[in-house]
């Protein structure tokens, strides 16, 4: 029922801090689309413009094609969750999950109809009676949850609603909150930091830093083709290894990275993405799970290094390495036996390397 | 080698307990003590409410009266503003005690009334004002906001004294001298920075979050104070209450200044005034003490129960 439009949005504080620069941004209808970004980034700022709840400095937030830049809160069919869940201490659950619709002058029968209902598919509805302090962690949630759905509001806004829960219940929340999108068919706008959740909840993801979209995409888009070093070091974990090097012997259709004694042959497509650059400041990523011990073999896309940490992570191990003084972490399988200080060769899975301008960070290869 | 051990850790036991018993006699002792200061002059101002004029001058002192009366009461209702005591009559009213009444003990209770309007009215304005400005200060980012806050404190550190030639002025000019809006008018200018303060730091500590589900949820600013906030401030209010109300019914200096007669005067000026007439009669006095703390302790025991920590408990994971 509702596209949200920002159109050059800016968002600047009157002590002067400019939270949002330039927004432009279409979620569409239905869509799940998740704001990610570093504390600080504007992600929150967004959300709270969309809630009529941060007034907008400059530019057009459109809902359909209405313009709700000056519309207060109430006026706009939306409902949010919050972080720390902001339940009214003060009332019961029922009262909690029913004071939006009894805001909005809902017939009584109808809203004890609507509040039973959500609980029930929340699983809740023994809890109605309680106040929020006599519940966990996970049933506040919930019933934040429930306030938000029985307004069956046209978009659904949630800021960073799991990031209070443990890790367990964070995992099948998720899982529920992804349902809830299908059964609802509404728009959802979700901000979060962690990674993770975005990756799995989102139509689409908006990476932002410092109040700049730095990338819109799928998942997978932004996963795989990140545009600059930030959109790349912020998903992955561990992170993504940056070695700086140049480029050498550019013709067109092959390339050459080199630092040092380290040297690779790109791959035919990625040099001819690169042009004539010879000679160029480059940065290049490998993804930590983008090499592999085992198939050491192809000569010319193989570093050699000291293991100077390891850590094992249960399903799997993270290797730290030293790359001639420089540090970098890589994903293998556990069943490799290692020792610290150890020389290890790893193969790079070389159609999966990312290229970096050096000095902008932006990509090089789409 | 294993009994010495014992026996050092049966000493070392003993000591923890005599040092234990040591520490909760001394709090005992301090309790006892700080309780007699507080409640002495209290105790000693009912019971010689109770005792005729002889009685009260007895050496020892009687803390328990030996021939309780009422007379002292009975001389408060019993005199009118129109019965006119004088020099020749100002004794002989009061027979059983042999004390003296006050030429103006007639305008006790209608000073009472006074204190009682005018407290109240301040306690209501002061909501009314105090409450929604606490609010916008505490959950609305605006210009001079900060500003706004340290003037409105700045004002409640500036004596009273400093300010009694301008009130003055200010009433006079107004034509309010000699009446009770002078007292409400100039108590509000005195308390509502102290409601504004104590209220600002309540909704402060509120989390914005409530505020913010409170809007989406379908409430204008106004509706989100009174539905969301005003619930949960009770404690706070309770306390704004008691000091506003206690303010206005203790003050002195104002009142004295802006009133002249028993049309406006209030309870700590008429019970002032009793000190300084023909002749002292300490039991009346006694007695009229004990009525003007009635109110307060009644308002008081009203709105104790509602102070309640823990109110909030519950809003935001905690």
Redesign the interface.
């Known amino acids: 029922m509702a596209r949200i439009r920002f159109e050059h949005v800016e968002k600047k504080?009157?002590n002067g801090f400019h939270a949002v620069k330039d927004l432009n941004l279409d979620i569409q209808d239905k869509e799940f689309i998740v704001l990610l970004g570093p504390s600080g980034c504007g992600k929150s700022t967004t959300l709270?413009m969309i809630?009529?709840?941060e007034d907008i400095s400059d530019g057009a937030l459109r809902f359909d094609d209405e313009i709700v830049n000056f519309a207060?809160?109430?006026r706009r069919d939306?409902?949010?969750v919050?972080?720390?869940?902001?339940?009214?201490?003060?009332k019961s659950v029922f009262d909690n999950i029913g004071?939006?619709l009894k805001?909005?002058k809902v017939p009584r029968d109808e809203i004890e109809r609507r509040v039973r209902e959500a609980a029930g598919k929340l699983e809740i509805d023994h809890l109605l009676d309680r106040?929020?302090?006599?519940?966990s962690?996970g049933q506040?949630q919930r019933v934040a949850l429930g306030?938000a759905m029985v307004?069956e509001p046209a978009a659904f806004?949630m800021d960073e609603p799991l990031s209070?829960l443990d890790a367990a219940l964070r995992i099948s929340m998720r899982a529920e909150i992804k349902e809830l999108h299908r059964a609802m068919q509404t728009t959802f706008v979700y901000v979060t930091h962690d990674q993770a959740e975005a990756l799995t909840l989102a139509d689409r993801i908006v990476v932002m830093n410092d109040g700049v979209v730095q990338q819109i995409g799928t998942p997978d888009d932004i996963y795989e083709r990140p545009k600059n070093t930030f959109v790349a070091s912020f998903l992955g974990n561990p992170p993504i290894n940056y070695i700086d090097g140049q480029i050498e012997s550019t013709d067109g259709s092959t390339a050459r990275f080199r630092r040092g004694d380290l040297a690779f042959d790109l791959p035919a497509s990625i040099a001819a993405k690169l042009g004539s650059s010879h000679g160029r400041e480059v940065r290049l990523g490998i993804r930590a799970e983008d090499v592999d011990e085992t198939a050491a073999g192809a000569a010319g896309s193989v570093i050699r290094g000291k293991v100077n940490s390891i850590l094992p992570v249960g399903s799997d191990q993270f290797l730290g390495f030293d790359l001639a003084g420089q540090e970098l972490f890589f994903r293998v399988g556990k069943d490799l036996a290692h020792n610290l200080g150890d020389d290890v060769a790893l193969s790079v899975d070389l159609n999966r390397l990312h290229l970096f301008d050096k000095d902008s960070g932006e990509t090089l290869l789409w | 080698m294993a009994t010495t051990e014992r026996a050092n850790l049966i000493d070392d036991r003993r000591r923890l307990a005599l040092s234990h018993l040591t520490r909760n006699v001394v709090i005992f002792v301090s309790a006892i003590v700080l309780m007699l200061y507080v409640l002495a002059p209290v105790t000693w101002l009912v019971s010689s409410s109770f005792q005729t004029e002889a009685e009260i001058v007895s050496v020892p002192p009687h803390w328990i009266p030996e021939n309780p009366t009422l007379m002292n009461f009975e001389a408060i209702f019993g005199a009118t503003a129109e019965e006119e005591v004088t020099y020749e009559t100002r004794s002989g009213q009061d027979p059983a005690s042999g004390g003296y009444i006050p030429s103006t003990a007639g305008n006790l209770l209608p000073a009472m009334g006074n204190s009682l309007i005018v407290a109240t009215l301040v306690v209501i304005l002061n909501l009314l004002v105090g409450v929604p400005a606490a609010y916008a200060l505490a959950k609305i980012?605006f210009?001079g906001r900060d500003a706004s806050v340290y003037f409105i404190l700045v004002t409640r550190v500036i004596p009273d004294i400093a300010l009694v030639v301008p009130f003055f002025l200010v009433i006079r000019k107004l034509g309010l001298l000699d009446s009770l809006g002078s007292l409400v008018l100039t108590y509000l200018a005195v308390t509502v920075p102290f409601t504004v303060f104590i209220l600002v730091q309540f909704f402060e500590g509120l989390?914005d979050?409530?505020d913010?589900?409170?809007?989406?949820?379908?409430?204008?600013r106004f509706?989100s104070l009174v539905r969301?906030f005003l619930?949960?401030s009770l404690p706070s209010l309770v306390a704004v209450i008691l000091f506003t109300f206690l303010t206005s019914w203790n003050e002195f200096l104002l009142a004295l200044m802006f009133t002249q007669t028993e049309a406006s005067q209030t309870l700590p000026i008429v019970l002032a005034a009793f000190t300084s007439d023909f002749t002292i009669s300490f039991s009346f006095i006694n007695a009229a003490g004990v009525l003007a703390i009635v109110p307060p302790v009644v308002v008081a025991v009203i709105f104790e129960r509602y102070i309640v920590s823990?109110?909030?408990?519950?809003?935001?994971?905690g």
Do not use: I, W
């Open positions: 504080y009157s709270n809630a009529g709840l207060p809160p109430h939306v409902a949010m919050f972080q720390s869940y902001a339940l009214y201490p003060h004071f939006g805001m909005r106040r929020p302090s006599q519940l962690g506040r306030r307004r806004l209070n | 980012r210009l989390p979050e409530l913010k589900a409170a809007r989406v949820d379908g409430c204008s509706q969301v619930p949960l823990g109110l909030t408990a519950g809003a935001v994971k």
